[in-house]
């Protein structure tokens, strides 16, 4: 006699409601656990491999708790969960450039522009809606925080993330910024989306 019930690991993601919650200090040891496996998997090819395979769990949720503990006014950590599973992070907050970005004409700069700092999902749940739920809730936020637009930047080599961002509605605004990880340089390209309140 076979058992019906289905493990919840085999369950499509699309048939268990995902959430997004704010983070709490609890999440940061799973928060970093994504961070380091999202690294090792998204850069793959981009960055040098003996810089992702050097990458710690351990360490980075050391930087995580410090990150979350003295965030700035204004910067939020967002968390996915699926079926009690923290599946995903992102966090986002006031625009961190040195200077103002290049606006569209009429358009005040800087101050009014929120910024994507990072999004990460489990290598595990790629594919599965968990990205594109946790970026619409931060541009959601951002919006309603009254935020002109949103700004992120992405690795110029990384042809995904870029076709995922763009799907969204962000597009390339012409910035460039330079980025090297043991010598190797991996620049990044600076990407924009309207908000609308």
């Given at each position: 006699?076979?058992?019906?019930?289905?493990?919840?690991?085999?369950?499509p993601?699309?048939?268990?409601p995902l959430?997004?919650?704010e983070?709490?200090l609890?999440?940061?040891?799973?928060?970093?656990?994504?961070?380091?496996?999202?690294w090792?998997?998204?850069?793959?090819?981009?960055?040098?491999?003996?810089y992702?395979d050097?990458?710690?769990v351990?360490?980075e949720?050391t930087?995580r708790?410090?990150?979350?503990?003295q965030?700035?006014?204004?910067?939020?950590?967002l968390v996915?969960?699926?079926?009690g599973?923290v599946?995903?992070w992102?966090?986002?907050?006031?625009?961190?450039?040195?200077?103002?970005?290049?606006?569209?004409?009429?358009r005040?700069g800087?101050a009014?522009?929120?910024?994507?700092?990072?999004?990460y999902?489990?290598p595990?749940?790629t594919?599965?809606g968990?990205?594109?739920?946790l970026?619409?809730?931060?541009v959601?936020r951002?919006?309603?925080?009254?935020?002109?637009?949103?700004?992120?930047?992405?690795l110029r080599?990384?042809?995904?993330?870029?076709r995922?961002?763009?799907?969204?509605?962000?597009?390339?605004?012409?910035?460039?910024?330079p980025?090297?990880?043991?010598?190797?340089k991996?620049?990044?390209?600076?990407?924009?989306?309207?908000?609308?309140?």
């Amino acid at each position: 006699m076979s058992d019906s019930r289905t493990p919840l690991a085999r369950v499509p993601l699309s048939r268990v409601p995902l959430r997004v919650r704010e983070m709490t200090l609890a999440d940061c040891p799973r928060v970093a656990e994504i961070r380091v496996r999202g690294w090792q998997s998204a850069y793959r090819g981009l960055m040098p491999q003996s810089y992702l395979d050097g990458l710690d769990v351990s360490a980075e949720l050391t930087r995580r708790r410090a990150h979350f503990e003295q965030a700035a006014p204004g910067v939020v950590n967002l968390v996915a969960e699926w079926a009690g599973e923290v599946v995903g992070w992102a966090c986002h907050g006031p625009y961190r450039g040195e200077e103002p970005p290049a606006v569209d004409a009429g358009r005040d700069g800087g101050a009014g522009d929120a910024e994507l700092y990072a999004i990460y999902v489990d290598p595990g749940r790629t594919g599965r809606g968990v990205g594109r739920t946790l970026l619409r809730e931060s541009v959601g936020r951002c919006a309603a925080a009254g935020h002109d637009r949103m700004l992120l930047r992405v690795l110029r080599e990384n042809a995904g993330a870029r076709r995922f961002y763009e799907r969204a509605g962000f597009t390339a605004d012409g910035a460039e910024e330079p980025y090297e990880v043991e010598g190797v340089k991996v620049p990044e390209v600076r990407y924009a989306r309207p908000l609308e309140r």
